[in-house]
């Protein structure tokens, strides 16, 4: 819809008061682009083809109307419009004016709006399929162009789309409103068509030329009772064998020969028939002429090979002149399909090719082969460029949003066909789950980093305590055992002296009992950590109570 919000701010609504069939509004309708133009610009129009636009916007080169379909379809048209009017008024309850209304070049002339502008009204002639679709509420496909043009021009919030004879028994309506995909599609196909017009070269398309040949045979007679009496046959033998020779001769070069084969082969046909019309007659005269049934039937039968063989040659030059003007139209689009998805690279459009050969299926001019295909071509460079745009806008969008994140889209092609809306859903989604995921990936790695780090801490400070509670323990004890020593000596010296005076007695062996031995000392860790487990207290504080209860015990012993 930005598109479309952009062209409106562009192109202001102007209202021109002007009537509807004066020379005035025909000047302006020349020099705009009208809403009932607009079907043949999109190349869906039932009766004027995007080639005959282009002649009328380059050229002024306009469609002719006959004096009946200017009576009775177009200058009735306008009567029944008049008629319905009221019948339109009184099932909305309210007025509606003719109203002519420009943007830019873009122009809409509604059959009538209300005042406030916010209900415009279009009118078709009905016929049962339009009739069956309407009351079904299924917009006619060559209205449609007109009728959303209207609404893109006029800003009316609906259109109310009728068919009448101008009685209210056969009025039947169907409401339209506003459709964003519509608008971008007439937008874009104005653009196209004025682009063309540059570059537009009218075609001269030569359909064959009409046949020279002149199969100048003389018609023959045969009398008979019982026996042929009177007969031309010998003269006609001469002439036809002249002519089949003068037809077999002629070598098919240009249209002109192949146009005087064609006429050739028919007037053939049409020999043969007469020829065995003239048998018949004869058989029903006498049965005893045997050799003039033959002699008929063989040139009968030359008459019939030879047209048989002027038509073969005939249609395969026609399907040759065909093939070239849908190959040349493959080769085209193909050339500017391509320059298209060069820029797009590697994503591709997803569009389905044009079938020209189709298109000029049914057609018996070169003319009328060359507008279908040329109406076909531009609906297909319509297509193509507005999908192309439309992937462009999003990978251009993408680009910018989704900088650094382009690993997050390996399927692109898969969902750059998503309506904007979509696509721009996905892209952020993905990128905001990526980035949630990464963020929950760097909180872990920080939590275990913080845990690693405590852990050091803890570690280095238990290695601190350990180590100053090994300092505390050794001093100690090594101030335990010196006092020891020290008391070990006095009581060795008082023994001395003691043994000095007592006379000597009997050496008493004493024994040891093993089981008595003390177990083996504990490491300082092994201390720490049963103090701390014994009363769960952490390591520093055991530390602490342990070489607190070493100060305290050698304070007694000093």
Not at 158 to 185: C, Q, Y
Not at 241 to 258: G, M, N, P, T, Y
Not at 477 to 495: G, L, N, S, V, Y
Request: glycine letters at 4%; proline letters at 3%.
């Amino acid at each position: 819809m930005q598109n479309v919000q952009q062209w409106l701010l562009e192109n202001p609504l102007i209202e021109h008061d002007l009537a509807q069939g004066t020379p005035e509004w025909h000047e302006f309708r020349d020099n705009h682009d009208g809403s009932s133009e607009a079907a043949a610009m999109l190349a869906i129009s039932n009766t004027t083809s995007r080639t005959e636009l282009l002649n009328l916007k380059c050229f002024g080169m306009k469609k002719a109307f006959s004096a009946w379909l200017q009576e009775n379809v177009l200058d009735h048209g306008h009567a029944v419009e008049a008629l319905a009017r009221p019948v339109i008024e009184k099932m909305i309850g309210s007025k509606l004016y003719p109203i002519v209304l420009s943007r830019g070049r873009m122009s809409a002339s509604c059959d009538g709006a209300v005042m406030s502008g916010s209900i415009v009204w279009e009118n078709k002639q009905p016929n049962e399929r339009i009739v069956e679709l309407v009351k079904n509420n299924t917009l006619p496909e060559e209205h449609a162009p007109q009728c959303y043009q209207l609404l893109l021009v006029s800003g009316a919030e609906k259109l109310i789309f009728s068919v009448s004879d101008g009685t209210e028994e056969n009025t039947h309506t169907m409401e339209v409103f506003p459709d964003a995909v519509w608008f971008n599609r007439v937008i874009n196909g104005w653009v196209q068509l004025h682009k063309d017009r540059e570059e537009y070269e009218p075609r001269h398309i030569v359909e064959r030329p009409q046949a020279e040949v002149v199969i100048d045979l003389p018609a023959l007679f045969i009398h008979a009772q019982g026996e042929i009496t009177e007969s031309n046959m010998v003269a006609y033998g001469a002439a036809l064998a002249v002519r089949l020779a003068e037809v077999r001769s002629i070598a098919l070069v240009s249209d002109q020969d192949f146009s005087n084969a064609k006429e050739a082969a028919k007037k053939f046909r049409e020999q043969c028939v007469k020829l065995m019309a003239t048998k018949e007659a004869m058989l029903a005269q006498t049965t005893t002429i045997g050799e003039a049934a033959l002699m008929i039937d063989a040139w009968h039968e030359d008459l019939r090979v030879t047209a048989l063989q002027l038509e073969t040659d005939v249609k395969r030059e026609d399907l040759a002149k065909k093939a070239a003007m849908v190959n040349e139209a493959k080769n085209k689009f193909n050339e500017f399909f391509a320059a298209l998805e060069e820029t797009i690279k590697p994503n591709r459009l997803n569009v389905t090719k044009p079938d020209f050969a189709l298109a000029i299926k049914g057609k018996s001019k070169y003319a009328s082969m060359q507008a279908a295909i040329d109406d076909m071509m531009a609906l297909a460079e319509m297509q193509s460029t507005a999908l192309y745009k439309d992937v462009s806008a999003k990978l251009a969008w993408c680009m910018e949003t989704s900088a650094g994140f382009g690993f997050l889209f390996s399927d692109m092609a898969a969902i750059i066909s998503k309506p904007m809306d979509d696509f721009q859903l996905v892209v952020t989604s993905r990128i905001k789950d990526h980035k949630e995921s990464e963020a929950k990936k760097l909180e872990t790695e920080r939590e275990k980093m913080r845990i690693e780090e405590e852990a050091k801490a803890k570690a280095k400070i238990e290695a601190e305590a350990a180590k100053e509670l090994a300092a505390h323990l050794d001093k100690h004890f090594a101030d335990r055992a010196a006092a020891e020593i020290e008391e070990r000596r006095k009581t060795m010296q008082i023994a001395e002296s003691a043994q000095a005076i007592r006379p000597p007695v009997a050496s008493k062996v004493t024994r040891i009992n093993p089981a008595a031995n003390p177990a083996a000392r504990p490491s300082d860790k092994e201390i720490v950590d049963a103090v701390a487990a014994k009363f769960g207290v952490s390591f520093k504080t055991a530390c602490d109570w342990i070489i607190e209860a070493a100060e305290a015990i050698r304070n007694q012993h000093e």
